[in-house]
């Protein structure tokens, strides 16, 4: 596949982002939108390709889930390459040595990309470092990342040297002192090769200071290292108009997040069936809403344990679940909410956190990452949202801010959204702009 011939006979510059997941609806993909969209209004000559595994949809319809989803509409043409190995990332083809395993799998991946379409310059959007080496070395490109989560942090290995039982270390691990080390020494081995790889990037953007700690200290490559804020569309929930949230009595929570295992859905419902045997008293009708995206059959499986969940608990009635709705839906959740819950241990950065915030909602996120860093902070000293770790600090927190008087959370809400417009996604822009200037020399 040509792209390079242009009408006036100069070759034209080829602009590529690696992303097989692109049709997913995550925080992720709003950063590879936005990302295109700002490069093709300065660089409107440059051709732009995405390479993409979702094999079982049309360009046209990707670009029509973008602006479905994130109300994000592209100016210029984009080229899908399609990607038939996909199925070589995907974590469920390795039940052990899972980050070895997709991260050799991405670099076949990789180079299906590069025996496809060879451009000048190359952006891994999702985090495939193994793939930089390739496109840099084999390929001839600039190469540039832009990194929502370190495939191995320091946070992982000391789960592992202490033995820790987690969603990547299992309870067999965590009991043998031996399986530990060999672990431990596989972690290591593996944090260096990461290392390595990074370090070939030309141009290094992360989403959060969390993600900035980590990265300097695997790539050590500070000096091309910039944090760029994902961007969140704030403008749009900010047009919710700030009352008392009220048209029926009671109170909605709700969550925004994929159903991944990571972002800890079980805890939500947990705390909140804590929350609902602690309020016996007259309770206030109060209803929990889980919206998110499902990628595949596994977030799927996974939702329908959560939904068992809810009935072993007993709070299948006061317990919905909304998957891949549209945008105006989403906002209109958020409209009602009384609270917007975030779960997720070491969250990278947040996006479902902003938006929460831009919307009204008072924020109860997970005491870790980028919401403890970056996002749940105080604005000119005042409080702008809340963090919590465990069940009972997530059932007591939720109480807390439901005995708050309105003014007292309307106050709340004011601060939080006065806080988010660092996020937006001209500040996105801009700052993206900037970091990636080096590419284009």
């Known amino acids: 596949m040509s792209l390079s011939a242009s009408k006036n006979g100069k070759s034209q510059m080829v602009i590529a982002f690696f992303h097989p997941y692109c049709n997913a609806g995550g925080g992720g993909e709003r950063v590879l939108w936005c990302a295109l969209r700002a490069l093709q209004k300065?660089?409107?000559?440059?051709?732009?390709?995405?390479?993409?595994?979702?094999?079982?949809?049309?360009?046209?319809?990707?670009?029509?889930?973008?602006?479905?989803?994130?109300?994000?509409?592209?100016?210029?043409?984009?080229?899908?390459?399609?990607?038939?190995?996909?199925?070589?990332?995907?974590?469920?083809?390795?039940?052990?040595?899972?980050?070895?395993?997709?991260?050799?799998?991405?670099?076949?991946?990789?180079?299906?990309?590069?025996?496809?379409?060879?451009?000048?310059?190359?952006?891994?959007?999702?985090?495939?470092?193994?793939?930089?080496?390739?496109?840099?070395?084999?390929?001839?490109?600039?190469v540039g990342s832009y990194v929502h989560y370190p495939t191995i942090s320091t946070d992982m290995l000391s789960v592992v040297k202490n033995q820790n039982a987690g969603f990547n270390n299992a309870v067999f691990i965590t009991r043998?002192?031996?399986?530990?080390?060999?672990?431990?020494?596989?972690?290591?081995?593996?944090?260096?090769i990461y290392g390595l790889?990074?370090?070939?990037?030309?141009?290094?953007m992360v989403n959060s200071?969390?993600?900035?700690?980590?990265?300097?200290?695997?790539?050590?490559?500070?000096?091309?290292?910039?944090?760029?804020?994902?961007?969140?569309?704030?403008?749009?929930?900010?047009?919710?108009?700030?009352?008392?949230?009220?048209?029926?009595?009671?109170?909605?929570?709700?969550?925004?997040?994929?159903?991944?295992?990571?972002?800890?859905h079980p805890l939500q419902i947990r705390a909140f069936a804590k929350l609902l045997k602690e309020v016996t008293e007259s309770p206030p009708s109060?209803?929990?809403?889980?919206?998110?995206?499902?990628?595949?059959?596994?977030?799927?499986?996974?939702?329908?344990?959560?939904?068992?969940l809810s009935e072993d608990l007993g709070v299948q009635e006061d317990v919905e679940f909304k998957i891949n709705i549209p945008f105006d839906e989403l906002k209109n959740y958020l409209s009602e909410a009384t609270i917007g819950l975030h779960t997720m241990w070491n969250e990278h950065f947040g996006i479902?956190?902003?938006?929460?915030?831009?919307?009204?909602?008072?924020?109860?996120?997970?005491?870790?990452?980028?919401?403890?860093?970056?996002?749940?902070?105080?604005?000119?000293?005042?409080?702008?949202?809340?963090?919590?770790?465990?069940?009972?600090?997530?059932?007591?927190?939720?109480?807390?801010i439901l005995s708050m008087s309105t003014e007292k959370r309307l106050q709340i809400r004011k601060n939080a959204r006065a806080s988010v417009s660092r996020f937006s996604d001209q500040e996105f822009e801009v700052t993206f702009l900037s970091s990636v200037e080096e590419l284009f020399k």
């Open 352 to 400: 479902g956190v902003v938006e929460c915030m831009a919307a009204g909602t008072i924020i109860l996120a997970h005491n870790s990452g980028g919401p403890k860093l970056d996002i749940v902070i105080p604005h000119e000293g005042d409080i702008t949202g809340f963090l919590a770790e465990s069940e009972e600090g997530y059932a007591e927190t939720m109480a807390h």
């Open 286 to 308: 109060l209803k929990l809403v889980l919206i998110g995206g499902c990628r595949n059959k596994d977030d799927e499986l996974r939702v329908d344990q959560l939904r068992r």
């Open 176 to 192: 043998n002192p031996f399986l530990s080390k060999v672990k431990l020494v596989y972690y290591y081995l593996f944090a260096f």
């Open 209 to 264: 200071s969390w993600t900035l700690n980590h990265i300097l200290s695997l790539w050590k490559v500070g000096n091309c290292t910039h944090i760029v804020y994902p961007p969140c569309d704030v403008q749009t929930f900010l047009d919710i108009p700030l009352r008392e949230k009220k048209v029926t009595p009671g109170h909605t929570l709700v969550s925004i997040g994929q159903f991944r295992p990571e972002k800890n």
């Open 42 to 142: 300065k660089y409107p000559e440059a051709a732009y390709v995405v390479y993409t595994g979702d094999v079982d949809v049309s360009g046209p319809q990707i670009l029509e889930g973008a602006f479905r989803r994130f109300n994000i509409k592209l100016t210029r043409p984009v080229q899908f390459v399609f990607l038939r190995k996909r199925y070589l990332v995907e974590d469920s083809l390795y039940p052990h040595f899972t980050l070895l395993g997709q991260s050799l799998g991405s670099i076949f991946l990789g180079w299906e990309a590069l025996m496809q379409c060879v451009p000048d310059v190359y952006i891994d959007s999702m985090g495939y470092a193994f793939t930089l080496p390739l496109f840099k070395y084999v390929g001839g490109c600039r």
């Open 197 to 204: 790889v990074g370090s070939c990037s030309d141009v290094v």
